[in-house]
């Protein structure tokens, strides 16, 4: 991936990395796109806090569950967190993000929310809506609220209203998007279970100038491997009733990320995947699946991993969260799926047959169909 995902001006795409239960890959040099210090809760009941962004390293510290956290630096699923005296880095798999900038006052809100005094209730009216750090739209988003999400009301600021989601997330929307919601209200994805007539946007990634990643024993240009696979999935998505937008059809295009992104918004798609093939400098191997929300993404990223895990020849390392622009600056339900590491030899040899890119297909295909049914 180009700022695309992770800076591949470099000789290799940065080692991308999954954290399970049961261990991780090991870990790059530091993510370009750190995280601006937010607040974030552990999860696990006892969570490992280690000196590197890696599982091998030493033990430097452990934290219980509920300690909250502030959030220095994101290296591709593994996060540096400081509480208390403790500092280190962690499995953010077991973080949840609460999104409160500790240097933005007007964003202060306790953890505690029960501490919080409400001012009522209120639902989300637009069809996406942008949850700001602060009153403004100069504040950065913290999250993307969908159509009919249940709001506190914890504050009011002109025409602005600091709200808090049922996953505790806290921050400000604009007061005219948000009230009670009548019954003639549109929703603008399709009602039905499954695929059939929802909007699906297939991104592939990389392309023209830009051949993203390139195997490390027979050559294969990552951008080409992207465009087959999504050729592949589109075939599968429209025989499944879905109705489907490529970013790019040719080999010599290479759309923006904001083109991107803006394709994803104009087609208002209920489902953006994008399509990538890694590298690394380790002897790493198998798959990986990026969210950037919780609420908005990982749920998608949660089914087609799943999905990945059980049809493919190749290990999944699971889901992480990913800070890339085509994730974190899309108001869709959006993943990015790595599908091998060229820098493998024998990823690289499964991954650019056609039988491998048509189980990846598949996959992902049956993963948004288990989305879609809830």
Not at 117 to 146: E, F, I, Y
Not at 294 to 317: F, V, Y
Request: glycine share 8%.
């Amino acid at each position: 991936m180009n700022e695309v995902f992770v800076m591949k001006l470099q000789p290799f795409k940065k080692a991308i990395v999954s954290i399970l239960i049961i261990g991780s890959i090991g870990m790059p040099p530091m993510n370009a796109e750190a995280a601006a210090s937010p607040n974030a809760i552990v999860m696990a009941a006892s969570l490992n806090v280690r000196s590197k962004p890696e599982m091998q390293s030493p033990i430097v510290g452990s934290l219980k569950q509920n300690t909250v956290v502030v959030i220095s630096q994101e290296s591709y699923g593994w996060i540096k967190i400081k509480a208390g005296n403790t500092s280190g880095w962690v499995a953010g798999q077991y973080l949840k993000m609460l999104n409160v900038n500790n240097s933005d006052k007007s964003t202060k809100t306790s953890v505690k929310n029960n501490e919080v005094t409400m001012k009522g209730s209120t639902t989300v009216l637009a069809d996406s809506l942008h949850m700001r750090q602060g009153p403004g739209t100069q504040h950065a988003v913290v999250s993307v609220l969908t159509s009919g999400a249940s709001l506190a009301v914890l504050d009011r600021q002109q025409d602005w209203m600091q709200v808090r989601t049922k996953d505790g997330v806290s921050g400000w929307v604009l007061s005219k998007y948000v009230g009670e919601k009548s019954n003639d209200t549109v929703i603008a994805s399709s009602s039905s279970k499954g695929l059939k007539g929802k909007m699906i946007v297939v991104d592939p990634g990389h392309g023209g100038s830009d051949i993203g990643t390139q195997g490390k024993k027979y050559g294969s240009h990552e951008k080409s491997l992207n465009l087959s696979t999504a050729q592949y999935l589109v075939d599968k998505l429209r025989q499944a009733g879905a109705q489907v937008t490529m970013t790019r059809t040719g080999q010599e295009e290479n759309p923006s990320l904001a083109d991107r992104v803006a394709m994803s918004q104009k087609k208002q798609a209920d489902a953006f995947v994008s399509i990538h093939y890694n590298s690394s400098p380790k002897a790493n191997s198998g798959t990986l699946t990026f969210f950037y929300s919780n609420t908005k993404d990982m749920p998608l990223a949660r089914k087609i991993e799943a999905q990945l895990n059980r049809s493919l020849d190749l290990k999944s390392n699971g889901i992480s969260f990913g800070n890339y622009h085509v994730l974190r600056e899309n108001a869709r339900p959006s993943v990015l799926v790595e599908l091998g590491f060229l820098s493998n030899a024998k990823d690289e040899m499964l991954v650019k047959s056609s039988s491998y890119q048509k189980k990846a297909a598949d996959a992902i295909v049956n993963g948004l169909q288990d989305y879609f049914r809830g």
